[in-house]
């Protein structure tokens, strides 16, 4: 910090568990990878290389290097995961994964439907050769979970080897987690919040509506992810109550 304020909250040291910020990377160029780190790379513990945008970015291995030299876990989106699967490539997934020296890998079925059974099977697999994380949620409307799978789906996927569960939002906020407007799908979210360790749990949280009531309701250090690349020192400035919208939130009773 560039000055040392009182009543800020206190932000555990990176690497971290607690109090994560997933950044989604939709197809940065290296420079613009390299500018986002000069000024993000503190506040920043993963960067998801969104759905396929692997496969057809420039110069990915330099793109990676830039993250890792400035200690942010890059990986690849989920989708990924499921464009192989579909076309019976797991091991090819496996070799790409290796090719580009990925540490973390994400697992979801948000796309390709699969069996719940054989998605905790590839869970427990890739957790043997790398750190897994695996999304829960559909991105399709048309799918809907009850309260009660949520909660079975991130028990059973955390107990099969993921070391993190990602609620599902899309990049545009507005499935999964959320009603169409954007809007917290509060019997959702308070039946996770209740039944899961909210260590375990990234929420997707592309709208600084939804980065802010996660904060105001779990606090400075609850895992959000999906952030868009510029909005990583505006997202910290809300952990910190540095933005109107928190700006009371850490603050003492006789200051408020």
């Not at 070799?95 to 994400?106: A, G, H, V």
């Not at 079925?109 to 750190?131: C, F, M, V, W």
């Not at 109550?241 to 006789?254: A, E, V, Y």
């Amino acid at each position: 910090m560039n000055f040392k304020l009182p009543f800020i909250p206190e932000r555990p040291s990176k690497p971290r568990t607690r109090g994560l910020t997933m950044v989604m990377d939709k197809g940065l160029s290296v420079r613009e990878a390299e500018d986002f780190m000069s000024v993000g790379s503190e506040y920043t513990d993963y960067v998801k290389l969104g759905f396929g945008t692997s496969i057809i970015t420039p110069d990915l291995k330099k793109k990676i290097k830039v993250y890792k030299k400035a200690g942010v876990i890059p990986y690849f989106g989920g989708t990924l995961f499921e464009v192989f699967l579909i076309r019976n490539m797991f091991e090819e997934f496996v070799r790409f994964i290796q090719e580009y020296e990925i540490t973390m890998i994400e697992i979801s079925d948000g796309s390709y439907d699969i069996e719940h059974s054989r998605k905790l099977e590839y869970i427990n697999k890739l957790s043997k050769i790398a750190t897994v994380i695996s999304e829960v949620g559909s991105k399709k409307k048309e799918v809907v979970y009850t309260p009660d799978q949520w909660v079975a789906m991130m028990k059973s996927e955390l107990e099969a080897g993921s070391v993190k569960v990602i609620a599902e939002a899309r990049e545009s906020g507005t499935i999964g987690i959320y009603n169409d407007d954007g809007s917290i799908n509060h019997a959702v979210v308070d039946a996770i919040s209740t039944h899961v360790n909210l260590d375990n749990v990234i929420w997707e949280a592309p709208m600084k509506s939804q980065q802010a009531w996660f904060i105001k309701h779990f606090g400075a250090n609850v895992n959000l992810g999906n952030i868009p690349p510029n909005e990583i020192i505006p997202l910290e400035s809300l952990r910190l109550g540095l933005r109107g919208d928190t700006f009371f939130q850490f603050l003492p009773d006789n200051l408020k």
